[in-house]
């Protein structure tokens, strides 16, 4: 399910800036409507928003559910073993079709 994975070491500026997401796009070979950025932050979601990948967010990092809907969450959760737990109804699980529909055959 992850193709790639980046750090704010990967950049010069980090979030809220969209450099690392593009970044983790080019590393995964994928492009934006291929992807899916998690994370806990308003600046998550603006970095998101700003490379135009969906966000999903958790509520663990002491952020509100609307906050993180209100900065663009797709959708929102308690936490990993929460999105997990839902995964099968997730946007997770949307792209996920989308990529088998496609053939590539990695999730």
Do not use: C, N
């Not at 950049?11 to 080019?26: E, N, S």
């Not at 590393?27 to 969906?54: C, H, L, N, P, Q």
């Not at 929460?82 to 949307?94: G, K, R, V």
């Amino acid at each position: 399910m992850v193709s790639a994975q980046t750090s704010s070491e990967d950049v010069g500026t980090a979030k809220p800036r969209p450099d690392i997401v593009r970044t983790a796009l080019d590393r995964a070979g994928v492009g934006a409507g291929s992807a899916t950025f998690v994370g806990d932050t308003i600046w998550d979601a603006e970095a998101a928003r700003r490379a135009a990948v969906d966000f999903i967010g958790f509520r663990s990092g002491g952020i509100s559910g609307a906050e993180l809907q209100d900065a663009g969450a797709v959708a929102v959760y308690d936490d990993p073993a929460d999105l997990l737990a839902q995964f099968d109804h997730s946007p997770l699980a949307e792209l996920r079709g989308s990529v088998r529909d496609r053939g590539s055959g990695e999730v």
